[in-house]
């Protein structure tokens, strides 16, 4: 058993990461945080909770707690707005109470609390900001000797990033946007990470095929939540194209093989119109492996099994 732990922002590609984690065979998931970022943060919170509940198996242990941390440059209200959508779902409101616990704690003391108490190394998922890591780290730097790897969906390395915002000049990744100053904390870090940024997250767009790929196969009701969850996205709001960015870097934490990568001297700006853009830098840049190829057919076929493999309880 590898030990997890999963900090997400609430957006749909967020909780289908959080339905997949649970089915993965070998994976024990320590608990979840949520931030207050690219969806909100109550709707996220509950949502993760009812998908635990419902996905998570009898005997699930998991954990979730709310993230107090603040955005820099927060995201647009209309796409926070699906984690409201997501939490009414009926196919999680069957039952009208939720049982897996609500921690007391922020999520980043939360973070410290479950590296700290685990006996085995632990494996950071992250698919939002980096915010709660970056103040974990502030609070008990020694974390990082717990910590197995931390795999990041964040930032793009060949200056097209995904933000459309005033002041800013594109070449940024919405994450990294959210809080660049907490990617430089996490990169200043000894961690090993690796980074799946837009450059390989442009490799899985959400496409019509794949909607009626998980539609074909609704008898399963996690791939019935999928399907229903991207439904609430579409390429035309914001003028944005959806991907599979953080469903992705979820996989790649536990199935490696679905990818290539390379080692990369990265750097970070926080300040000015670039402030979030990451680059290369071979002189003085931090190394991370930096995910290169998707092999896409592998990667939703995946998805099909571990979704098809999900307990489920009403
Ligand atoms: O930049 C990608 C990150 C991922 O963690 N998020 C969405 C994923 O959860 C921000 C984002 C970029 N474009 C978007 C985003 C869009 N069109 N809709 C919602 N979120
Ligand atoms: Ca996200």
């Not at 969806?39 to 009812?50: F, L």
């Not at 959210?178 to 090993?192: F, G, I, N, R």
């Amino acid at each position: 058993m590898r030990n997890f732990y999963f900090n997400h922002d609430g957006n749909v590609d967020d909780l289908v990461s959080l339905l997949l984690l649970l089915p993965m065979p070998d994976v024990n998931l320590l608990g979840v945080g949520v931030t207050d970022a690219d969806g909100y943060v109550d709707p996220a919170t509950s949502a993760s909770r009812k998908i635990i509940d419902v996905f998570g198996g009898a005997d699930c242990q998991t954990t979730v707690a709310k993230s107090n941390s603040r955005a820099i440059h927060q995201f647009p209200k209309e796409w926070r707005l699906s984690a409201f959508s997501f939490d009414d779902f009926p196919i999680l409101n069957e039952k009208r109470t939720i049982n897996t616990p609500l921690m007391e704690k922020p999520a980043h003391l939360d973070m410290i609390d479950k590296i700290m108490q685990s006996a085995t190394k632990v494996t950071l998922v992250m698919t939002g900001p980096l915010t709660d890591l970056a103040r974990a780290l502030a609070i008990k730097p020694e974390i990082t000797a717990n910590i197995e790897r931390l795999y990041w969906m964040g930032g793009a390395l060949n200056g097209q990033g995904n933000v459309a915002e005033p002041q800013q000049d594109g070449t940024m990744e919405w994450n990294a946007y959210w809080d660049p100053e907490a990617v430089q904390t996490v990169w200043q870090s000894d961690l090993d990470i690796t980074l799946v940024a837009l450059d390989s997250t442009n490799q899985v767009p959400l496409t019509p095929e794949l909607r009626w790929r998980w539609a074909s196969q609704r008898q399963y009701p996690a791939l019935d939540l999928i399907g229903q969850g991207y439904s609430l996205v579409h390429s035309f709001e914001a003028n944005s194209t959806y991907y599979l960015w953080d469903v992705l870097t979820t996989l790649v934490s536990n199935y490696p093989e679905l990818v290539e990568s390379k080692l990369v001297k990265t750097a970070v700006l926080t300040q000015g119109p670039g402030a979030g853009r990451t680059y290369i830098d071979n002189e003085k840049g931090r190394v991370v492996d930096f995910v290169t190829q998707v092999n896409a057919d592998a990667f939703y076929d995946k998805i099909d099994e571990l979704a098809q493999s999900a307990p489920y309880q009403k």
